[in-house]
T-cell receptor, first 115, second 114 residues
Framework: GAGVSQSPSNKVTEKGKDVELRCDPI?????LYWYRQRLGQGLEFLIY????????KSGLPSDRFSAERTGESVSTLTIQRTQQEDSAVYLC?????????????FGPGTRLLVL | AQSVTQPDIHITVSEGASLELRCNYS??????LFWYVQSPGQGLQLLLK??????LVQGIKGFEAEFKRSQSSFNLRKPSVHWSDAAEYFC????????????FGKGTTLSVSS
């Protein structure tokens, strides 16, 4: 009965390094979303996965950002060659495929600081 | 393009007083609208949502919101605020009819004074 979990909860890295963020959705949730929340800003949509369909990558800000998901399980968001402007809280959400819209359940986020 | 505006960055309300948080949206078709709350150290929690039908929607924790198409607004209200309501509140609109992504406002921080 656990909710969406994310790891690590905090990550500090140096500019230019790669980072990998993990999201474990709620069991049985077929849809998974990644968002970014920069300081003082609302959430920005990054990418959406639904089952085995091609992901909606329309929100990824650059080709340094990529994400993977195997089936309906864990997803990883990878940021290559991190920049200081990548510092943000990265939030993951999952939902059940049910009707025209599905409630998104959010994880606690990973706070990323790029020095 | 779709967008959400929350005009108030920070609001302070006395405990027991009423609350209204403003939200204006820009969307060409019938919008799907949401209010989320983010308490310190916790993830976002859905308070309520509007898809169609009755323009006054009830949510959890005693919150309600009213959809006004003529004003492109979806303001959040609560008749009597509790100290535990202190948090950040986000209004959001679905980015497309499939609802595969949400567009969020920048949020309103609510402080509750005793």
């Amino acid at each position: 009965g656990a909710g969406v979990s994310q790891s690590p909860s905090n990550k500090v890295t140096e500019k230019g390094k790669d980072v990998e963020l993990r999201c474990d959705p709620i069991s049985g949730h077929t849809a998974l979303y990644w968002y970014r929340q920069r300081l003082g800003q609302g959430l920005e949509f990054l990418i959406y996965f639904q089952g085995n369909s091609a992901p909606d990558k329309s929100g990824l800000p650059s080709d340094r950002f990529s994400a993977e998901r195997t089936g309906e399980s864990v997803s990883t968001l990878t940021i290559q060659r991190t920049q200081q402007e990548d510092s943000a809280v990265y939030l993951c959400a999952s939902s059940i495929q049910d009707g025209p819209f599905r409630d998104q359940y959010f994880g606690p986020g990973t706070r990323l600081l790029v020095l | 393009a779709q967008s959400v505006t929350q005009p108030d960055i920070h609001i302070t309300v006395s405990e027991g007083a009423s609350l209204e948080l403003r939200c204006n949206y820009s969307y060409g078709a019938t919008p799907y609208l949401f209010w989320y709350v983010q308490s310190p150290g916790q993830g976002l929690q859905l308070l309520l949502k509007y898809f169609s039908g009755d323009t006054l929607v009830q949510g959890i924790k005693g919150f309600e919101a009213e959809f006004k198409r003529s004003q492109s607004s979806f303001n959040l209200r609560k008749p009597s605020v509790h100290w535990s309501d202190a948090a950040e509140y986000f209004c959001a609109v679905a980015a497309n009819q499939a609802g595969t992504a949400l567009i969020f406002g920048k949020g309103t921080t609510l402080s509750v004074s005793s």
